[in-house]
């Protein structure tokens, strides 16, 4: 045990020294990105030489010396490419950008060479083959993974399929930085300059605010809105200003898109096709069937399954939806107004004002950030009895950033958890849950993993809130609530990770499973009973009054049906893109008209192609999986069905969740993992009775 321990507290001082690397200048002034560069090309210089030791050891091959041994190799670079990619996504410049579109290619050709080393290979396939019938169930899925990442990735090729692999390997990772970079760069460089405050007609005080201080920052007066959620969505929401509104919504939806230097629509039509070229290249119909093969929905024709169900059900409420907006803007404009997409949430938000007298901005005053983090936190420790200690000696990459401990009911140490709330040029759009290092476990796998036995993860929970004001703190929308709580529900995921093997542990799971435990956070936002812990107006300290909780309930279902039929529309034109047979002919833009027509509801805008810009699928990992979003919808509304039944702090289910679903990993098959939960399999009617609709589409069939 002391050894262990030993072992534990070295890879702790180790990951240390990466952050440090990654986050910070030292006195001989080499860049962050000067030493990841080093640190990676160190990094695979040594991987290089623990993977010859594996291919080559003369022992016969078994799950020790050869899966276990390959598991554990690479840490050194594991670490370095790790830190390179959160920072380009959370805090990057013109050479860190610079030095990852040259590493990228570097490190795809390195992994390749593992995964194409015949020597390594044969010894894999050996242990495969003739596997020890005393292995425990983890370590056969962590076999059966390991040789099938293998043979995804060509080893089973001849020389010349291995040659064109590499090349689509390479080529893809050039592809992908590049259109990252581009998009960050098309996003940075928007600024909608408003110098005439009657042109700031409709929008609330804060939102002004905010606008002045953003402008402020650029040495200007007046008042800038920019391309971040933040800024973007209450001025699409709140202006009055038509025009204004199309210029903004425009330049949100052609970014990458105008034959600029930083146009996306070649970089994605060849993505696509690499992916269809290496599909096809390991003997897959297309990159859907190729990816699927490793979700729970299998195959193409479970998701299209999924989608044709959420259409049939949703869409004619939707319809009925958008011709109400669209009515009562004819009732403001006249007979011959005809909504267009930069209207929609304008109007939208006037019928929910005039049927409801609720406004999202109402209840920001009750959302500041201090307080939602002590209510997020809160409701981890009512469920879980886990705590949350912060620790500024930690090594951070932003002064936004803060280090949080976090300790079980026992106050045993269980991870450290960043948080990172606020939009910078530096940083990418949206939100999102990374690891910087996975919790495993180096015991043999027949004995328990325990807090204490175990290397504890790292991780990590980013967001784009509204910033603070010289005025006011950050006040949040119960939408940035929403987000708050999806994230933390990813990184209790990771948090809570009892596993044996880093490859199988916390999100290492399959991708239209890995939203539930997020989407299933998100289902307390709504909670009375939650709310109460934490929403206080920031300058009196009165709880949220419960008129405003009535009218958040009464608006909940507000457009349910419309935000599905969006959410749809993302995932009809993912799968459109990876069940290509054969390269796209014609425009993308006429492609995805089409390939998302059966899910849209507002009129086409020509110009716009959202291709150029879905970094989720193009460069976000979501390629073929963009409809897990709903897919999970469908398991969380059906797990917390089971917390409105018991209770919704109840610990014993709480501790049912996380025994069966957070702590094991990739470790199951994750309906293997669900069934365990729930004691069935999942059905739609919990997410139909949660969006007001009784009817239709209760067949959810999985596989």
Request: glycine residues 4%.
């Amino acid at each position: 045990m002391n050894t262990f321990i030993s072992s534990q507290l070295l890879d702790d001082a180790e990951w240390q020294h990466a952050l440090q690397q990654g986050f910070q200048t030292d006195e001989c002034n080499d860049s962050p990105a000067a030493r990841l560069r080093h640190e990676l090309l160190e990094g695979m210089k040594a991987e290089r030489q623990e993977i010859e030791q594996i291919a080559h050891n003369p022992e016969t091959p078994t799950f020790d010396n050869t899966i276990l041994a390959l598991t554990r190799s690479g840490n050194e670079l594991e670490r370095a490419e790790t830190v390179m990619y959160n920072l380009k996504s959370a805090e990057t410049n013109d050479e860190l950008n610079d030095m990852v579109e040259e590493m990228a290619p570097l490190l795809a050709e390195h992994s390749n060479n593992i995964m194409l080393n015949e020597a390594l290979f044969r010894r894999v396939k050996q242990v495969y083959e003739q596997p020890d019938e005393s292995l425990t169930a983890e370590d056969r899925m962590l076999l059966e993974r390991t040789y099938e990442s293998f043979e995804r990735s060509g080893a089973t090729l001849d020389e010349a399929g291995k040659k064109e692999f590499r090349r689509i390997s390479r080529e893809l990772a050039e592809a992908g930085v590049q259109f990252s970079n581009h998009l960050l760069k098309e996003t940075n460089s928007f600024q909608l300059h408003i110098d005439d405050e009657a042109d700031l007609e409709g929008l609330p005080e804060m939102h002004r605010e905010a606008a002045a201080q953003e402008a402020a920052s650029h040495g200007m007066g007046g008042w800038m809105f920019t391309l971040y959620a933040p800024s973007f969505v209450p001025f699409m929401t709140y202006s009055a200003r038509r025009h204004l509104r199309e210029t903004l919504y425009r330049a949100y939806h052609t970014r990458c898109c105008t034959k600029s230097e930083n146009d996306n629509l070649p970089i994605v039509e060849h993505m696509l096709d690499l992916r269809r070229q290496k599909a096809q290249l390991l003997g897959y119909a297309n990159y859907a069937d190729y990816t699927l093969r490793r979700r729970m929905a299998g195959r193409p024709e479970a998701v299209y399954r999924l989608l044709d169900q959420l259409i049939e059900a949703y869409r004619p409420h939707a319809r009925r939806e958008v011709d109400e907006v669209a009515a009562f803007a004819r009732q403001t404009e006249g007979a011959d107004f005809e909504l267009m997409p930069w209207d929609f949430a304008y109007y939208s938000q006037l019928v929910k004002k005039a049927r409801f007298d609720y406004d999202p901005d109402m209840l920001r005053p009750y959302f500041e950030l201090s307080q939602v983090k002590k209510g997020v936190f809160g409701l981890a420790t009512r469920l879980y009895g886990i705590t949350f200690e912060a620790d500024h000696t930690v090594p951070v990459y932003h002064p936004d950033v803060t280090a949080y401990r976090v300790y079980d009911s026992a106050h045993r140490y269980l991870a450290l958890l960043f948080t990172d709330f606020f939009p910078r040029e530096g940083k990418s759009s949206g939100a999102w849950m990374t690891n910087y290092r996975n919790q495993h476990c180096d015991l043999p796998s027949h004995m328990q993993v325990t807090p204490d036995n175990s290397v504890r993860p790292v991780v990590s929970v980013t967001m784009n809130f509204t910033k603070p004001t010289a005025e006011r703190p950050a006040l949040l929308t119960l939408d940035e609530v929403e987000t708050f709580l999806h994230e933390f529900g990813h990184a209790l995921h990771g948090i809570f990770a009892m596993t044996h093997h880093a490859s199988l542990s916390g999100t290492s799971v399959y991708w239209d499973f890995v939203e539930l435990p997020s989407q299933f956070m998100e289902n307390y936002a709504v909670q009375p009973e939650f709310l109460h812990t934490f929403a206080r107006h920031y300058q009196t300290g009165e709880p949220l009054p419960q008129s405003y909780i009535d009218r958040i309930l009464q608006v909940r279902n507000f457009h349910a049906a419309y935000n599905c039929m969006r959410q749809v529309s993302f995932g009809l034109l993912d799968m459109a893109c990876h069940t290509i047979t054969a390269p796209i002919s014609g425009p993308l833009e006429e492609f995805e008209r089409k390939a998302w027509s059966a899910a849209q509801l507002l009129p086409a805008v020509p110009g716009t192609c959202m291709l150029a810009n879905f970094s989720h699928i193009m460069s976000g990992g979501y390629a073929a999986g963009y409809y897990s979003y709903k897919w999970a919808e469908v398991l969380d509304a059906d797990a917390f069905s089971l917390f409105r039944q018991h209770g919704l702090f109840d610990r014993a289910t709480a501790e049912s969740f996380r025994e069966h679903i957070l702590s094991k990993g990739g470790t199951q098959p994750p309906m293997e993992l669900y069934r365990q939960f729930m004691h069935r399999e999942p059905t739609m009617q919990a997410l139909l009775r949660r969006d007001g609709l009784l009817t239709g589409g209760a067949g959810f069939q999985p596989a």
